[in-house]
């Protein structure tokens, strides 16, 4: 049973285009979270949910735009994608939003922008 | 601004020997910080916790300090493996967590 499970693993789409990533997490947590990692391998948060209430929204282009339908799942929303928009996202999760709460990471999604 | 640096990009150490990897953070007092490892192609892997009450917290093979006044975590791996070898990823939380950069650890057999 994956506990964090994002689809898809690799997406790769031209400039401009319009992608979405997906992620659900069984573990009954009430947080989760969006995280890009670049080539330089640096983990930079991007959005965080706690009961499907937005509580972070780092600075980031209003061209993402983070869904959660419900607590188990928190979808990423790319429009009109650039190629600095390439990177591995990562989705998490956590049992609160509280930074002493360990986080669960997704296999990651990497994204390539051509 | 909040900064957190860990030591080195990469760090080669002899199979048996202890690993010792370094974060510093500057602008920054949290209340807990975290270690993970990442391996390629997967997500981070929480490790352990301290809180910045602790001086030292220990689980299996890896030890972990957390000097709030010098500002600097150390994370011990004794007896290190081949199979230890993977990327350390230091987290310091307060309202939010925020990763440093990571060590690549390769341990040589």
């Known amino acids: 049973d994956t506990a964090v499970s994002q689809t898809p693993k690799y997406l790769v789409t031209q400039m401009g285009n319009d992608k979405s990533i997906k992620c659900e997490q069984n573990?009954?947590?009430?947080?989760m979270y969006w995280y890009k990692q670049d080539s330089k391998k640096f983990l930079k948060i991007m959005f965080s949910?706690?009961?499907?209430?937005?509580?972070i929204n780092e600075t980031v282009p209003n061209r993402f735009s983070p869904k959660s339908p419900d607590k188990a799942h928190l979808n990423l929303h790319i429009n009109s994608l650039e190629l600095g928009d390439s990177a591995v996202y990562f989705c998490?999760?956590?049992?609160?939003?509280?930074?002493?709460?360990?986080?669960?990471f997704g296999p990651g999604t990497r994204l390539t922008v051509l | 601004s909040q900064k957190i640096e860990q030591n080195s990009e990469a760090l080669n150490i002899q199979e048996g020997k202890t690993a010792t990897l370094t974060c510093n953070y500057t602008?920054?007092?949290?209340?807990?910080l975290q270690w993970y490892r990442q391996d390629p192609g997967r997500g981070p892997v929480f490790l352990l916790l301290?809180?910045?009450?602790?001086k030292e917290k220990r689980k299996e093979r890896l030890k972990v300090t957390f000097d709030t006044t010098l500002k600097q975590s150390l994370f011990h791996i004794t007896a290190s493996q081949p199979a230890d070898s993977a990327t350390y990823l230091c987290?310091?939380?307060?309202?939010?967590?925020?990763f440093g950069k990571g060590t690549r650890l390769h341990i040589l057999p």
């Open positions: 998490a999760s956590s049992q609160s939003p509280f930074s002493y709460n360990e986080q669960f």
């Open positions: 573990l009954g947590h009430d947080t």
């Open positions: 949910y706690n009961n499907k209430e937005l509580i």
């Open positions: 602008n920054y007092s949290p209340a807990y």
């Open positions: 301290i809180r910045e009450n602790e």
């Open positions: 987290a310091l939380g307060d309202d939010k967590i925020i």
